[in-house]
């Protein structure tokens, strides 16, 4: 139980174009999810958190007209990289917590999409 | 956990040993703590977690010390196994919501 996929695993594009993100719980329903960026070497850096059918909550820093965040549903949120550049490549990994499971409180990670901007 | 920085602390361990990767935290208000093990290109793998009413709590092969009057976390990993090389991260939350996460150790296993 707990699972939590992404899709697509990797992407390159051209600078300029826009990147979209899917998150999916698998097994649960996701009250809420969260999207994170790392860098090589370095610790997860959290971007923003959506709950379902409400407007996602952008961490300091984090553009939110460029990182479009939906959360349609209990089980999928996408994240859209918008104009996206060079320095927008990344590990873009997201989480989600569950309802109805008895550890609602922890976050299980996706597998993580690798984001190569030309 | 610990801000983060461009250095990962790393730890080398030989295979059957035991392996202790420490973290220290920031926010004396958390009150919920988690390690996660990434491996490379991998999205992090929840392994155990605890409570700031508790000090100790043991999974399979792993334990987890939490001591509040220092604001230190440790996670202990008996006979520890090719497998288990990885990075470690510790996180912490004030309110069972948003995680901070620390830098993350690497633990490498010689055979």
């Known amino acids: 139980g707990a699972v939590v996929s992404q899709h697509p695993s990797w992407v390159i594009c051209k600078s300029g174009t826009s990147v979209k993100i899917e998150c999916r719980s698998l097994d649960f329903q996701a009250t809420t999810m969260f999207w994170y960026r790392q860098f090589p070497k370095q610790s997860l850096m959290l971007m923003a958190t959506s709950n379902e059918g409400s407007k996602a909550t952008y961490e300091q820093g984090v553009e939110k007209d460029k990182f479009l965040i939906n959360h349609a549903s209990l089980t999928l949120s996408t994240l859209t990289v918008t104009s996206a550049h060079p320095e927008d490549s990344s590990f873009y990994i997201c989480s989600a917590r569950g309802r109805g499971r008895g550890d609602a409180d922890t976050q299980y990670f996706g597998p993580g999409t690798r984001l190569t901007v030309l | 956990g610990e801000s983060v920085g461009l250095h990962l602390p790393t730890l080398s361990v030989q295979e059957g040993d035991n392996s202790i990767i420490n973290c220290a935290y920031s926010?004396?208000?958390?009150?919920?703590f988690i390690w996660y093990k990434q491996e490379s290109g991998k999205g992090p793998q929840f392994i155990i977690d605890?409570?700031?009413?508790?000090d100790k709590r043991q999974g399979q092969r792993v334990t987890v010390l939490l001591n509040k009057t220092v604001k230190h976390l440790s996670l202990q990993i008996a006979a520890t196994q090719p497998g288990d090389s990885a990075v470690y991260f510790c996180?912490?939350?004030?309110?069972?919501?948003?995680?901070?996460f620390g830098a993350g150790t690497t633990v490498t296993v010689r055979a």
């Open positions: 926010n004396s208000a958390s009150d919920y």
């Open positions: 996180a912490e939350s004030p309110n069972d919501y948003k995680l901070s």
């Open positions: 605890i409570r700031s009413n508790m």
